[in-house]
């Protein structure tokens, strides 16, 4: 038996599998790529040993926690006690405290926020730093 056309209908399947997955192969590094968050603000370079609140696996999945319990501790117990970090002292405070360090909101907060789809609603009230790039 002879297929008519054999090759150039198999030709014809191959480019058509091809074009119609490309779009998956060029979206590829773009979806799925973590977020480069940087950590090289004007206050982290100051510090000695450039450490946050808590280990970094810990924050990744707990910071909204340490916030919370920031929060309850000054609006609730009126407890405003720095905490001290590589020998320097912070304020429990988002402003003052987690963004002293992290003033690059847009280059860190937001580009993993963005990137998981959440958006915190404290900046209807707090203040966000003050950054000229956008
Ligand atoms: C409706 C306004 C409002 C919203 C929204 C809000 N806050 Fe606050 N927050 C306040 C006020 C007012 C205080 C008291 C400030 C003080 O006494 O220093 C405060 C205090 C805090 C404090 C302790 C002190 C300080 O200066 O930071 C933390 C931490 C905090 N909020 C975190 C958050 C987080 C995290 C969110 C979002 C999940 C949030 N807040 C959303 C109004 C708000
Ligand atoms: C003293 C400066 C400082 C303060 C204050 C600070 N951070 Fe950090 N933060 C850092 C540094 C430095 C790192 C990187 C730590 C590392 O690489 O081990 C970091 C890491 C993180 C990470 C993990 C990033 C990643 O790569 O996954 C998160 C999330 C984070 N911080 C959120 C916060 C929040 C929220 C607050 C306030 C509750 C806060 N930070 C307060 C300096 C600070
Ligand atoms: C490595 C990724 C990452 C970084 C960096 C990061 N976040 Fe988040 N953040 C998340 C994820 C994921 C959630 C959602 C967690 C959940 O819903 O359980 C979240 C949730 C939050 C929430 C709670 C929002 C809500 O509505 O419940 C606050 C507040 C918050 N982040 C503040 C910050 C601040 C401030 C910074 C920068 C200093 C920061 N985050 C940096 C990943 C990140």
Redesign the pocket.
């Known amino acids: 038996m002879k297929i008519y056309n054999g090759g150039k209908i198999l030709l014809g399947l191959i480019v058509f599998a091809a074009l119609f997955a490309s779009p998956f192969y060029l979206n590829m590094g773009k979806v799925s790529a973590k977020p480069e968050?940087k950590i090289d603000t004007p206050e982290i370079q100051k510090l000695k040993d450039k450490k946050c609140v808590e280990p970094k696996e810990f924050m990744?999945a707990e910071?909204?926690q340490v916030?919370n319990n920031w929060r309850d501790a000054v609006v609730r117990d009126g407890d405003r006690n720095q905490i001290i970090i590589s020998g320097q002292k912070y304020d429990k405070s988002?402003q003052n405290g987690?963004?002293k360090c992290?003033s690059n909101?847009k280059d860190?907060?937001d580009k993993?926020?963005n990137y998981?789809a959440?958006k915190?609603?404290?900046w209807d009230c707090h203040i966000a730093p003050k950054e000229n790039k956008s």
């Open positions: 968050l990744r910071h909204m916030l988002l987690c963004m992290h909101k860190f907060c993993c926020h998981v959440v915190p609603y404290c």
